[in-house]
């Protein structure tokens, strides 16, 4: 069974920064593409940045030079570093990851719980 647990979220001003977490565990072969999403209230999911497992990243244009995603291979870890944070920012954050659990399974979409980040004076 696989698990993705998110950390790292809370409330910050405006132009503050936060670090998310994630720990992929449980039965875990090989993972691929790691993801960040968010959802704000009323809005739909949207994702944030990507990296795959050779570290190639993209990120939408709303967050380019202000967030960096990075992955730890050997923990099975993925980051999303937020800089210069703005109340539009706000949402729930969710990590998502392509898993292979086992040496000749197919890859399948996991995703976590969730962290609140609140941008806010």
């Known amino acids: 069974q696989v698990q993705l647990v998110e950390s790292g979220g809370g409330l910050v001003q405006p132009g503050g920064s936060l670090r998310l977490s994630c720990a992929a565990s449980?039965?875990?072969?090989?993972?691929?593409?790691m993801r960040w999403y968010r959802q704000a209230p009323g809005k739909e999911r949207e994702q944030v940045a990507r990296?795959?497992?050779?570290?190639?990243?993209n990120y939408r244009d709303s967050v380019k030079g202000r967030f960096t995603i990075s992955r730890d291979n050997a923990k099975n870890m993925v980051y999303l570093q937020m800089n210069s944070l703005k109340p539009e920012d706000t949402a729930v954050y969710y990590c998502n990851a392509d898993i292979r659990p086992y040496y000749n399974a197919a890859y399948t979409d996991y995703w976590g719980q969730g962290t609140q980040v609140t941008v806010s004076s």
């Open positions: 449980g039965s875990i072969f090989s993972i691929n593409t």
């Open positions: 990296i795959t497992s050779g570290g190639y990243t």
